[in-house]
Nanobody, 123 residues
Framework: QVQLVESGGGLVQAGGSLRVSCAVS????????MGWFRQAPGKDRQLVAV????????YYADSVKGRFTISRDNAKNTAYLQMNTLKPEDTAVYYC????????????????WGQGTQVTVSS
């Protein structure tokens, strides 16, 4: 059974930085496309970033482009989301997700989800 566990969320002031991590177990991490999503209170879940198994490219939502960086370490079975220049509107629960198919992550329908980690940005 594939399990995803996020960590690293917390409270940060606007303009600050935070890195969230996603540790994956129970599957072949190096084969998965990894994605980060977020959901703010009262809003729909939003795709933030996606990285394929070989890190050959990355997709970013326009709202985070230039501020966030997705990465992965296949030797550690872990994906990361580095968040810089954080804004109050980045406040949300951040979820990592995994799937063998890039398209399923990109379209918001991955097979595997983490439990989420709260990121709060104060103004």
């Amino acid at each position: 059974q594939v399990q995803l566990v996020e960590s690293g969320g917390g409270l940060v002031q606007a303009g600050g930085s935070l890195r969230v991590s996603c540790a994956v177990s129970g599957g072949t991490f190096s084969r998965y496309t990894m994605g980060w999503f977020r959901q703010a209170p009262g809003k729909d879940r939003q795709l933030v970033a996606v990285i394929p198994w070989d890190s050959s490219f990355a997709y970013y939502a326009d709202s985070v482009k230039g501020r966030f960086t997705i990465s992965r370490d296949n030797a550690k079975n872990t994906a990361y989301l580095q968040m810089n220049t954080l804004k109050p509107e980045d406040t949300a629960v951040y979820y990592c997700a995994a799937d063998l198919k890039y398209s399923d992550v990109r379209t918001g329908s991955p097979n595997y989800w983490g439990q989420g980690t709260q990121v709060t940005v104060s103004s």
